[in-house]
Protein backbone atom coordinates (compact mmCIF):
# COMPACT_ATOMS: atom_id res chain seq x y z
CA UNK A 1 0.00 0.00 0.00
CA UNK A 2 1.01 3.20 -0.91
CA UNK A 3 1.36 6.09 1.68
CA UNK A 4 3.25 9.46 0.08
CA UNK A 5 0.35 9.97 -2.35
CA UNK A 6 1.82 13.04 -4.20
CA UNK A 7 5.57 14.18 -4.36
CA UNK A 8 6.93 15.82 -1.84
CA UNK A 9 8.09 18.91 -3.62
CA UNK A 10 11.34 21.53 -2.74
CA UNK A 11 11.26 23.37 0.42
CA UNK A 12 13.41 25.41 0.81
CA UNK A 13 11.48 27.61 3.14
CA UNK A 14 10.87 24.66 5.56
CA UNK A 15 7.20 24.73 5.60
CA UNK A 16 5.64 22.52 8.17
CA UNK A 17 2.51 22.05 5.95
CA UNK A 18 1.67 18.17 5.94
CA UNK A 19 1.76 15.66 3.35
CA UNK A 20 -1.83 13.56 2.31
CA UNK A 21 -0.47 10.10 3.87
CA UNK A 22 -3.25 7.46 6.10
CA UNK A 23 -2.95 7.67 9.94
CA UNK A 24 -1.16 4.51 11.25
CA UNK A 25 -2.59 2.51 14.64
CA UNK A 26 -0.55 -0.09 14.73
CA UNK A 27 2.02 -0.97 17.79
CA UNK A 28 4.73 -1.24 15.64
CA UNK A 29 5.02 2.26 14.14
CA UNK A 30 8.61 2.78 14.24
CA UNK A 31 8.94 -0.04 11.68
CA UNK A 32 5.90 1.10 10.03
CA UNK A 33 6.92 4.64 9.31
CA UNK A 34 10.03 3.44 8.48
CA UNK A 35 8.92 1.28 6.04
CA UNK A 36 6.40 3.88 4.72
CA UNK A 37 9.19 6.42 3.75
CA UNK A 38 11.71 3.77 2.40
CA UNK A 39 8.73 3.08 -0.06
CA UNK A 40 8.62 6.67 -0.84
CA UNK A 41 12.09 6.74 -1.56
CA UNK A 42 12.72 3.74 -3.82
CA UNK A 43 9.31 5.04 -6.02
CA UNK A 44 10.98 8.27 -6.75
CA UNK A 45 8.19 10.02 -4.75
CA UNK A 46 10.38 11.92 -2.75
CA UNK A 47 12.68 14.80 -4.80
CA UNK A 48 16.25 15.52 -4.19
CA UNK A 49 16.35 18.44 -2.01
CA UNK A 50 13.28 18.06 -0.36
CA UNK A 51 12.94 19.13 3.35
CA UNK A 52 11.32 17.34 5.68
CA UNK A 53 10.45 18.08 9.34
CA UNK A 54 9.50 15.30 12.70
CA UNK A 55 6.26 17.35 13.36
CA UNK A 56 5.17 17.60 9.70
CA UNK A 57 5.25 14.59 8.84
CA UNK A 58 3.98 13.16 12.44
CA UNK A 59 0.73 15.29 11.25
CA UNK A 60 0.70 13.51 8.23
CA UNK A 61 0.54 10.20 10.06
CA UNK A 62 -1.28 11.13 12.81
CA UNK A 63 0.95 10.17 15.35
CA UNK A 64 3.45 11.71 17.88
CA UNK A 65 6.85 12.71 17.27
CA UNK A 66 9.18 9.68 18.51
CA UNK A 67 8.59 7.18 15.87
CA UNK A 68 9.25 9.48 13.03
CA UNK A 69 12.05 10.64 15.04
CA UNK A 70 12.86 7.37 14.93
CA UNK A 71 12.76 6.45 11.59
CA UNK A 72 14.33 9.33 10.12
CA UNK A 73 17.04 8.70 12.62
CA UNK A 74 17.74 5.22 10.98
CA UNK A 75 17.34 6.98 7.06
CA UNK A 76 20.15 9.46 8.32
CA UNK A 77 22.18 6.69 9.53
CA UNK A 78 21.74 4.82 6.16
CA UNK A 79 23.22 7.86 4.53
CA UNK A 80 20.17 8.55 2.47
CA UNK A 81 18.90 11.62 4.49
CA UNK A 82 21.13 14.49 5.95
CA UNK A 83 20.32 16.17 9.35
CA UNK A 84 20.46 19.94 8.77
CA UNK A 85 21.10 21.81 11.81
CA UNK A 86 17.39 23.06 12.65
CA UNK A 87 16.73 19.33 13.01
CA UNK A 88 14.76 19.52 9.86
CA UNK A 89 16.02 16.34 7.34
CA UNK A 90 17.04 16.88 3.50
CA UNK A 91 17.24 14.51 0.78
CA UNK A 92 21.15 15.35 -0.82
CA UNK A 93 21.53 16.68 -4.05
CA UNK A 94 23.18 14.25 -5.87
CA UNK A 95 26.23 14.71 -8.23
CA UNK A 96 27.03 13.07 -11.33
CA UNK A 97 30.21 11.99 -9.17
CA UNK A 98 27.74 9.54 -6.37
CA UNK A 99 25.40 8.75 -8.57
CA UNK A 100 28.45 6.92 -11.25
CA UNK A 101 29.50 5.69 -7.97
CA UNK A 102 26.45 3.84 -6.93
CA UNK A 103 25.92 2.78 -10.61
CA UNK A 104 28.54 0.53 -10.75
CA UNK A 105 28.07 -1.01 -7.14
CA UNK A 106 24.48 -1.74 -8.47
CA UNK A 107 25.59 -3.46 -11.46
CA UNK A 108 27.89 -5.84 -9.35
CA UNK A 109 25.54 -6.84 -6.84
CA UNK A 110 22.30 -6.22 -8.88
CA UNK A 111 23.89 -8.83 -11.27
CA UNK A 112 24.52 -11.27 -8.72
CA UNK A 113 21.42 -10.86 -7.19
CA UNK A 114 19.97 -11.69 -10.67
CA UNK A 115 22.05 -14.05 -11.67
CA UNK A 116 21.24 -15.90 -8.33
CA UNK A 117 17.82 -15.52 -8.67
CA UNK A 118 17.13 -16.46 -12.35
CA UNK A 119 18.06 -20.33 -11.08
CA UNK A 120 15.30 -20.38 -8.53
CA UNK A 121 12.31 -18.21 -10.21
CA UNK A 122 9.01 -20.41 -9.64
CA UNK A 123 6.38 -20.10 -12.93
CA UNK A 124 4.39 -18.04 -10.97
CA UNK A 125 7.27 -15.80 -10.03
CA UNK A 126 8.05 -15.44 -13.81
CA UNK A 127 4.25 -14.38 -14.69
CA UNK A 128 4.21 -12.10 -12.19
CA UNK A 129 7.61 -10.57 -13.45
CA UNK A 130 6.06 -10.62 -17.03
CA UNK A 131 2.28 -8.76 -16.09
CA UNK A 132 4.55 -6.34 -14.56
CA UNK A 133 6.37 -5.22 -17.64
CA UNK A 134 2.69 -5.38 -18.87
CA UNK A 135 1.70 -3.21 -16.98
CA UNK A 136 4.67 -0.42 -17.04
CA UNK A 137 4.46 -0.74 -21.01
CA UNK A 138 0.22 -0.27 -21.22
CA UNK A 139 0.84 3.24 -19.74
CA UNK A 140 -2.05 2.34 -17.30
CA UNK A 141 -0.12 4.13 -14.89
CA UNK A 142 -1.55 7.16 -12.98
CA UNK A 143 1.67 8.71 -12.03
CA UNK A 144 5.80 8.16 -12.23
CA UNK A 145 5.43 6.65 -9.09
CA UNK A 146 3.08 3.75 -10.25
CA UNK A 147 6.04 2.74 -12.85
CA UNK A 148 8.72 2.91 -10.69
CA UNK A 149 6.59 0.84 -7.50
CA UNK A 150 6.30 -1.72 -10.51
CA UNK A 151 9.44 -1.83 -11.79
CA UNK A 152 11.11 -2.36 -8.50
CA UNK A 153 8.55 -5.10 -7.99
CA UNK A 154 9.67 -6.21 -11.05
CA UNK A 155 13.52 -6.17 -9.85
CA UNK A 156 12.93 -7.60 -6.87
CA UNK A 157 10.60 -10.08 -7.24
CA UNK A 158 13.78 -11.31 -8.99
CA UNK A 159 16.70 -10.60 -6.47
CA UNK A 160 14.34 -12.15 -3.33
CA UNK A 161 14.49 -15.40 -5.39
CA UNK A 162 18.22 -15.67 -5.58
CA UNK A 163 17.81 -16.55 -1.10
CA UNK A 164 20.28 -14.46 -0.32
CA UNK A 165 18.82 -11.85 2.33
CA UNK A 166 22.01 -10.39 3.11
CA UNK A 167 22.55 -9.19 -0.80
CA UNK A 168 18.78 -8.37 -1.03
CA UNK A 169 19.33 -6.13 1.92
CA UNK A 170 22.92 -4.30 0.43
CA UNK A 171 20.41 -3.60 -2.95
CA UNK A 172 17.84 -1.97 -1.58
CA UNK A 173 20.22 0.35 0.40
CA UNK A 174 21.28 1.68 -2.52
CA UNK A 175 17.96 1.72 -3.73
CA UNK A 176 16.71 3.87 -0.97
CA UNK A 177 19.37 6.34 -2.47
CA UNK A 178 19.00 6.42 -6.21
CA UNK A 179 14.97 6.15 -6.13
CA UNK A 180 14.74 9.68 -6.10
CA UNK A 181 16.38 10.22 -9.46
CA UNK A 182 14.33 7.63 -11.09
CA UNK A 183 12.19 9.95 -11.65
CA UNK A 184 14.29 11.68 -14.37
CA UNK A 185 14.23 8.32 -16.61
CA UNK A 186 10.19 7.91 -16.36
CA UNK A 187 10.08 11.67 -17.80
CA UNK A 188 12.09 10.18 -21.16
CA UNK A 189 9.97 7.55 -21.26
CA UNK A 190 6.86 9.32 -20.86
CA UNK A 191 7.61 11.42 -23.92
CA UNK A 192 7.39 7.80 -25.90
CA UNK A 193 4.75 6.69 -27.46
CA UNK A 194 4.97 3.00 -26.90
CA UNK A 195 7.42 2.33 -24.34
CA UNK A 196 9.50 -0.82 -24.35
CA UNK A 197 10.91 -2.31 -21.49
CA UNK A 198 13.66 -4.25 -23.80
CA UNK A 199 16.01 -5.10 -20.77
CA UNK A 200 12.97 -6.66 -19.33
CA UNK A 201 12.06 -8.83 -21.82
CA UNK A 202 15.28 -9.84 -22.37
CA UNK A 203 15.65 -11.42 -18.83
CA UNK A 204 12.40 -12.92 -18.72
CA UNK A 205 13.36 -15.21 -22.02
CA UNK A 206 16.40 -15.70 -20.37
CA UNK A 207 15.32 -17.21 -17.32
CA UNK A 208 12.54 -19.18 -19.40
CA UNK A 209 15.28 -20.73 -21.56
CA UNK A 210 17.60 -21.73 -18.36
CA UNK A 211 20.66 -18.96 -18.76
CA UNK A 212 21.40 -17.48 -15.74
CA UNK A 213 24.80 -15.58 -17.00
CA UNK A 214 21.98 -13.79 -20.09
CA UNK A 215 19.74 -12.50 -16.97
CA UNK A 216 22.60 -10.97 -15.27
CA UNK A 217 23.14 -8.98 -18.41
CA UNK A 218 20.20 -8.60 -18.95
CA UNK A 219 19.71 -6.77 -15.38
CA UNK A 220 22.78 -4.99 -15.47
CA UNK A 221 21.56 -3.86 -19.09
CA UNK A 222 18.71 -2.05 -17.66
CA UNK A 223 20.29 -0.54 -15.54
CA UNK A 224 23.24 1.17 -16.98
CA UNK A 225 20.24 2.45 -19.68
CA UNK A 226 18.34 3.94 -16.87
CA UNK A 227 22.01 5.24 -15.65
CA UNK A 228 22.71 6.66 -18.51
CA UNK A 229 19.56 8.84 -19.31
CA UNK A 230 19.27 9.97 -15.59
CA UNK A 231 23.47 10.76 -15.86
CA UNK A 232 22.92 13.27 -18.48
CA UNK A 233 20.19 14.91 -16.52
CA UNK A 234 22.50 15.63 -13.28
Known amino acids: ?82 LLPNRSVSLPVFTRERFNEITRIRTSLEGLAAEEGARHVTPKMLTHMAHLTGLMEARTAVSHADTLAWNREFHFTLYTASKMPTLVKMIESLWLQAGPLLHLQQRVFAAQKHPVYVQHHRAIQAIKSGKPAQVREAIVGDIVDAAEIISAAL
Open 1 to 82: MSVLSREIRHASDESESGFDVPKLSRSTLNEEVYEQLKQALMSGKIAPGSTMTIRSLASSFGISVMPVREALRRLVAEHVLT
